[in-house]
C-alpha cells in the first residue's frame, strides 16, 4: 500500500473515530487498556451475539496512533465471528512482531505493517488490539 494511502487511513481513523462513546449497556462485555509508558487509556466495549462482533465502542485518552488503531480495529472487527476476529488478531499481532501474517485478512489494518521500524509506537498500536485479545480469552474460559 502506497505510504500516502496509509498516512490518509491513519489520519481519517484518528480525526473521525469510529464508534468514539460509551453506551455504559451490561450487554457489552467492558475491559479497559492503559499503557504505562504514555498517556494512552481505552476503555472498550464489545457485544457479541451468537458468537458475531456485534458493536464494540471506545473512549479514553490516546495518541494519534493508539486511536486510529483503535478505529481501525473497530472496522475490520465489527461482523466478524468470534474464530475471524481471532485469525485477524493474530495475523495483526505476528505483523507487528515482524513474523509471517496473511495480509488479505487484515483489511485496512495493514497499514500499520511497517510499525516496527518504530518500536516505540508498537505498544500505541496494540493496546486495543490487546483489549480485544483480552475479551475472546475471557469467551473461551467461560466456555
Sequence with gaps: MDNN????????NYQNPKNKG?????????????NESCIDEVNLEVKIENNIIKDIRFDGEACAISTSSTSTMIEV??????????NILQN???????????????????VYDD????????KCV??????IEKVLNALKANK
Design 77 to 86: 472487527l465489527t461482523g466478524k465471528t468470534i474464530k475471524e476476529a481471532e
Design 5 to 12: 494511502l496509509k498516512r490518509e487511513i491513519i489520519l481519517e
Design 22 to 34: 460509551l453506551l455504559n449497556d451490561d450487554s457489552y462485555i467492558k475491559v479497559n487498556m492503559n
Design 126 to 131: 496494540l493496546l486495543s488490539w490487546w483489549g
Design 115 to 122: 510499525i516496527a521500524k518504530n518500536p516505540s509506537r508498537k
Design 92 to 110: 495483526f499481532l505476528n505483523m507487528i512482531d515482524e513474523k509471517p501474517f496473511d495480509k488479505d485478512v487484515l483489511e485496512e489494518a495493514i
